[in-house]
C-alpha cells in the first residue's frame, strides 16, 4: 500500500519562496515516477513537475519553468518542490502524485497514487 503525504504549504507574499515535501511509504523507490499538480477553485487539475524514478530527467509546465524546482531523495523516500518567485496566480493546493515505473508522467490521469494536497496561498 502506497501513501504519500505532503507538507510546506502556507501564505507567502509575491515574490516570496516556499519548499514543499512529500515523504512516500509503500514505493520501490528504483522504479517509482514522482510528480506535482495544483488545483485552484472551479478549475481542472494541471500538471506542475515530473520527475523520473532515478532523478534523471525533469519536466515543468511552462507556468512554472525556470521559478520552480523538483528534486527527490530517494534514501530518505521524500519528493521536494521548492517554489521561488511566486506569483498569486500560482495558488492552489498541490498535490504529490506517484505511479510504479521509471518513465516520468505529466499526465494526472497517469497517477496511481495521490497525496492529500497542501495548500499554497500567494498575497499580491
Known amino acids: 500500500q502506497v501513501q504519500l503525504v505532503e507538507s510546506g504549504g502556507g501564505l507567502v507574499q509575491a515574490g516570496g519562496s516556499l519548499k514543499l515535501s512529500c515523504v512516500a511509504s509503500?514505493?520501490?523507490?528504483?522504479?517509482?515516477?514522482m510528480s506535482w499538480f495544483r488545483q485552484a477553485p472551479g478549475k481542472e487539475r494541471e500538471f506542475v513537475a515530473a520527475?523520473?524514478?532515478?532523478?534523471?530527467?525533469?519536466y515543468y509546465s511552462e507556468a512554472v519553468k525556470g521559478r520552480f524546482i523538483i528534486s527527490r531523495d530517494n534514501a530518505r523516500n521524500t519528493l521536494y518542490l521548492r517554489m521561488n518567485s511566486l506569483k498569486p496566480e500560482d495558488t492552489a493546493v498541490y498535490y504529490c502524485?506517484?505511479?510504479?515505473?521509471?518513465?516520468?508522467?505529466?499526465?494526472?490521469?497517469?497517477?496511481?497514487?495521490w497525496g492529500q494536497g497542501t495548500q499554497v496561498t500567494v498575497s499580491s
Open positions: 520527475m523520473d524514478s532515478v532523478g534523471r530527467i525533469t
Open positions: 509503500g514505493l520501490t523507490w528504483n522504479n517509482g515516477a
Open positions: 502524485a506517484a505511479r510504479r515505473g521509471q518513465v516520468a508522467f505529466t499526465s494526472h490521469m497517469n497517477s496511481n497514487y
